[in-house]
């Protein structure tokens, strides 16, 4: 019998019998998924309802990944069940000891992956064995090397590490966060970011993760761990910042991880938002501020920034080159770590600032740039195809999309066929959410304004029958909203603040009652590359597959011409993407 239709059926119904469907469901797509001799097999999940009646025993429905929905049995019948089900495989039998020895890999989400390393797993058991996590644990024994060096040496070190989207780089640091060398389990580390959702989606699953204090074995350094609470183990950069602005107050961390710190402030943006909050005195950027912080600790500290490519999506925002300015300045005597492209002469960083680089001696490590996306188990080309479909060549863009039957990809021009069509994707417990550009405004006359809040623990976290839920696919985030963090499927509202011309992308701003033109050149919170980033953090959110929405658009609306929505629809064709059918 189906799960759906015993569920009236069973005493104690309702949602717990949901959660043990889902639950059931969910370890199978487990299996299916990460384990290794698995993956070529049909998969039947059962579920015993010990108060079950006796039930018609049947098979439903199949996925094309040959993972069945679940089969609710009563006890009496798993054995005919099993029985019959065996029975009616064409396929060729299973080696038990073969299978049971097949590798486990794992790609648990960020939220996921959060929660098992602050039960106290190591990065390695969470993680892949293949090209990605590979390069993830080659990363992190090279920041771990110099956590060591400063420990055992003394002295000051800024370690910057590198990666495309979805590499891993906040998983990385939180692994170095949850870290405890066994001769020093009192010496704390703390995750910061300016990330404001990720902050709060992360804090609030370690918050409703309530078996992370049961689960923990009982070794001091795990004591330590589980007696820390989320809001001291992962903290906004702003509230660290205003905590330590007495110049007298020594920082308690001796390693301190910035993620994304590509998005750091400048002098302006942070002197102009400390005055707003009474300091009108503060003349430092982030990074200059930040490091003056760790440099009061007499012993040793490591500064470790999380570089995210192409993810600037705001004003203000320094990148690499404003750390190094920090470095130039008081701070002559820190060690630099950095993977070799940053030194490159199409780098972030100017010939002085390379110069400079050198003469200090800075330590250039290629294990220090995470080049493989590991968001995406099914694969990994989903963010080398969304760079080329945001550029100009729809070729490349055609033959780096990923296979259809690992990671499909499709446009709709639908608004409802693209929730159906997640809807249909997404099983157990995985997450689909619609997702649309923070100046989209014109999706509006969809019934998606973006605009309207969202309150991300809710969406991030909550289960389906909750409407602030991103599975009840009512709300859309922005990129704000999920930058770092991520979805199994998402579906991306495409609107015409980034459209195609015969001259290639344009990049646009709604202002009143009318779209205006960004040049290349424009300064401010509109700037060109900050609309194309912010696609390109909507378009590398999924783990599994996507589905793209173009409006069609209003003859009659000046602000929502079809012409300009077809154009995007086309070059999303032409770049390999295919329509719904």
Not at 21 to 26: A, F, L, P, S
Not at 231 to 253: C, M, S, W, Y
Not at 404 to 426: E, K, V, Y
């Given at each position: 019998?189906?799960?759906?239709?015993?569920?009236?059926?069973?005493?104690?119904?309702?949602?717990?019998?949901?959660?043990?469907?889902?639950?059931?469901?969910?370890?199978?797509?487990?299996?299916?998924?990460?384990?290794?001799?698995?993956?070529?097999?049909?998969?039947?999940?059962?579920?015993?309802?010990?108060?079950?009646?006796?039930?018609?025993?049947?098979?439903?429905?199949?996925?094309?990944?040959?993972?069945?929905?679940?089969?609710?049995?009563?006890?009496?019948?798993?054995?005919?069940?099993?029985?019959?089900?065996?029975?009616?495989?064409?396929?060729?039998?299973?080696?038990?000891?073969?299978?049971?020895?097949?590798?486990?890999?794992?790609?648990?989400?960020?939220?996921?992956?959060?929660?098992?390393?602050?039960?106290?797993?190591?990065?390695?058991?969470?993680?892949?064995?293949?090209?990605?996590?590979e390069n993830l644990s080659r990363t992190a024994t090279a920041i771990a090397a110099v956590v060591s060096r400063m420990r055992e040496q003394g002295g000051k070190a800024i370690c910057f590490v590198t990666g495309v989207p979805g590499a891993g780089k906040t998983l990385a640091g939180l692994n170095l966060a949850c870290q405890r060398h066994p001769e020093h389990p009192d010496e704390h580390a703390v995750f910061l970011s300016g990330n404001g959702p990720l902050?709060?989606?992360?804090?609030?699953?370690?918050?409703?993760?309530?078996?992370?204090?049961?689960?923990?074995?009982?070794?001091?350094?795990?004591?330590?761990?589980?007696?820390?609470?989320?809001?001291?183990?992962?903290?906004?950069?702003?509230?660290?910042?205003?905590?330590?602005?007495?110049?007298?107050?020594?920082?308690?961390?001796?390693?301190?991880?910035?993620?994304?710190?590509?998005?750091?402030?400048?002098?302006?943006?942070?002197?102009?938002?400390?005055?707003?909050?009474?300091?009108?005195?503060?003349d430092q950027s982030e990074p200059s501020f930040l490091l003056s912080v760790m440099d009061r600790r007499q012993d040793w500290c490591v500064v470790i920034c999380l570089i995210g490519e192409g993810q600037e999506v705001n004003e203000g925002e320094a990148g690499v080159a404003e750390w190094i300015r920090a470095l130039q300045a008081d701070l002559r005597h820190w060690h630099v770590f950095l993977p070799p492209h940053l030194l490159a002469d199409n780098g972030p960083l100017d010939g002085v600032q390379r110069w400079h680089l050198g003469q200090r001696g800075a330590t250039v490590d290629a294990g220090l740039h995470l080049a493989v996306s590991v968001r995406s188990f099914r694969a990994e080309r989903v963010?080398?195809?969304?760079?080329?479909?945001?550029?100009?060549?729809?070729?490349?863009?055609?033959?780096?999309?990923?296979?259809?039957?690992?990671?499909?990809?499709?446009?709709?021009?639908?608004?409802?066929?693209?929730?159906?069509?997640?809807?249909?994707?997404?099983?157990?417990?995985?997450?689909?959410?619609?997702?649309?550009?923070?100046?989209?405004?014109?999706?509006?006359?969809?019934?998606?304004?973006?605009?309207?809040?969202?309150?991300?623990?809710?969406?991030f976290l909550d289960d389906n029958d909750d409407v602030r839920s991103s599975n009840a696919l009512e709300d859309a985030a922005t990129e704000f909203d999920v930058q770092g963090l991520e979805l199994d499927w998402s579906g991306v509202a495409w609107d015409l603040n980034y459209r195609r011309t015969t001259g290639g992308w344009q990049a646009r701003r709604f202002h009143g009652n009318q779209w205006q033109r960004i040049s290349a050149t424009d300064s401010g919170i509109g700037r060109a590359e900050y609309v194309r980033n912010a696609y390109r953090v909507l378009l590398t959110r999924a783990r599994q597959g996507m589905v793209i929405f173009v409006p069609c658009g209003d003859a009659e609306d000046a602000t929502r011409p079809p012409a300009d929505y077809d154009a995007i629809a086309d070059w999303l064709a032409a770049c390999g993407v295919p329509a719904l059918a």
């Open positions: 019998m189906r799960a759906a239709d015993l569920r009236d059926r069973v005493q104690g119904r309702g949602s717990r019998l949901r959660h043990a469907i889902e639950q059931t469901h969910g370890y199978a797509l487990d299996l299916k998924n990460f384990h290794v001799t698995s993956h070529d097999k049909a998969i039947i999940p059962i579920l015993v309802a010990t108060r079950a009646p006796p039930q018609q025993i049947g098979l439903g429905f199949w996925a094309e990944d040959r993972v069945h929905d679940p089969v609710c049995l009563s006890p009496d019948d798993v054995l005919l069940a099993i029985q019959r089900f065996l029975a009616s495989g064409g396929g060729p039998g299973i080696d038990a000891t073969a299978w049971s020895e097949g590798a486990y890999r794992p790609t648990p989400s960020i939220i996921e992956a959060a929660e098992a390393l602050y039960a106290g797993h190591d990065v390695t058991a969470i993680s892949r064995s293949e090209a990605g996590a902050v709060a989606v992360l804090r609030e699953a370690l918050r409703r993760d309530g078996r992370r204090t049961r689960d923990l074995p009982d070794e001091p350094e795990a004591r330590i761990l589980r007696n820390r609470e989320p809001d001291t183990f992962i903290q906004n950069i702003h509230h660290f910042r205003d905590f330590h602005l007495p110049p007298a107050r020594v920082p308690n961390e001796h390693v301190v991880v910035f993620d994304e710190a590509q998005r750091a402030w400048d002098k302006v943006k942070a002197a102009k938002f400390m005055t707003k909050r009474g300091h009108t005195d503060f963010s080398a195809f969304v760079s080329a479909l945001l550029a100009e060549d729809a070729s490349t863009a055609a033959a780096l999309r990923p296979d259809p039957s690992q990671f499909p990809i499709a446009f709709t021009r639908d608004l409802f066929a693209a929730r159906r069509w997640l809807r249909q994707r997404r099983r157990a417990g995985e997450r689909a959410g619609l997702l649309a550009s923070s100046n989209a405004l014109r999706l509006k006359p969809e019934g998606l304004h973006v605009k309207a809040p969202v309150d991300v623990c809710h969406w």
